[in-house]
């Protein structure tokens, strides 16, 4: 097996800019600082994936992104431009427990947010036929999400979020709650949607190793109050080919990568 050097990604634009963030909540008992100090540059096309032990404010920075939550200090800009301060079609959110519609079958679904843009129904047919058809659902586009399992749920998700061509696509733990075969299977679809549509991804996981297999750019943070520890640049995404995923857990260089970031998120 090749060995995958680390390296800098080259990518011309940054899509989020991230500079001096910061996130207190305050509640009726405590005040809470879950983000310190964030700076980040994230590159157009690439594939974010964050990590950091339990509460150290993961969720809180994905909320920021998509508009749910109001950073207390810092700012955000998208495309250069501080982002909308409420959720928008520009940041698709894939949260870990899929939110379709139960009452809409599978297309209709996916087709949501077009129709409520008023686009045509032709033209909707065509682009809800072109996600369903990257994700694998084709044949279930009539079927409601109750006949879906958990994995064709999430892909259900993903082509929801893709059918509104998004800058950037949210991720929060979107694999967490699935069994380790389909989160495998999962993982292969999300790496090769990624590179079929070049968009940028920002994903939270748990999961080292998911990070590594999917991650171009990887961000550690430390434990509450969140700040960026680690960033790491890899380029072994590009190289895994379709289905390949299992074979690079055992590579020394993976297994070294691996036990390096353990041990920053356990120290
Ligand atoms: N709405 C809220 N009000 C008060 N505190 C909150 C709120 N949401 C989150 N917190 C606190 O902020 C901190 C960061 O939470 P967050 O959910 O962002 O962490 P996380 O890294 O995503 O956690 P996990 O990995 O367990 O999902 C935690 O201590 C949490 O208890």
Redesign the pocket.
């Known amino acids: 097996m090749t060995s995958h050097a680390l390296r800098e990604t080259k990518s011309e634009s940054t899509v989020i800019q991230i500079n001096n963030v910061g996130l207190t ?1 305050q ?1 009726d008992k405590q005040v ?1 600082t ?1 983000l310190q100090n964030i700076n980040l540059q994230i590159k157009e096309g690439s594939f974010v994936c964050v990590l ?1 032990p ?7 920075l994905l909320r920021i992104l998509a508009g749910f939550h109001q950073a207390t200090s810092g700012e955000v800009l998208l495309d250069n431009k501080p982002i909308s301060p409420k959720p928008d079609r520009h940041r698709g959110v894939v949260f870990q427990q899929q939110m379709l519609y139960p009452w809409l079958n599978i297309e209709d679904n996916v087709g949501f947010g077009l129709k409520m843009r008023k686009v045509p129904p032709k033209e909707r047919q065509e682009i809800v036929d072109h996600y369903l058809e990257m994700v694998g659902l084709s044949q279930f586009k009539k079927a409601k999400s109750y006949e879906l399992s958990g994995g064709m749920k999430q892909r259900a998700s993903i082509a929801r979020v893709l059918a509104n061509d998004p800058r950037i696509v949210l991720m929060d733990e979107p694999f967490g709650a699935l069994d380790a075969m389909t989160k495998e299977q999962m993982q292969d679809n999300i790496r090769k949607i990624w590179k079929e549509t070049h968009k940028t991804i920002f994903f939270i996981t ?1 999961d080292v190793e998911e990070a590594l297999l999917l991650g171009t750019h990887i961000i550690v943070l430390s434990s ?1 109050p969140g700040r960026i520890v680690k960033e790491i640049y890899s380029d072994l995404p590009y190289k895994i080919e379709e289905g390949k995923g299992r074979m690079y857990r055992s590579d020394p260089d993976f297994v070294k990568r691996r036990e390096e970031i353990i041990s920053i998120i356990s120290s």
Request: net charge positive; charged share 15%; hydrophobic share 15%.
């Open positions: 909540y509640t809470v879950a950091g339990s509460g150290c404010g993961k969720t809180t748990h509450r």
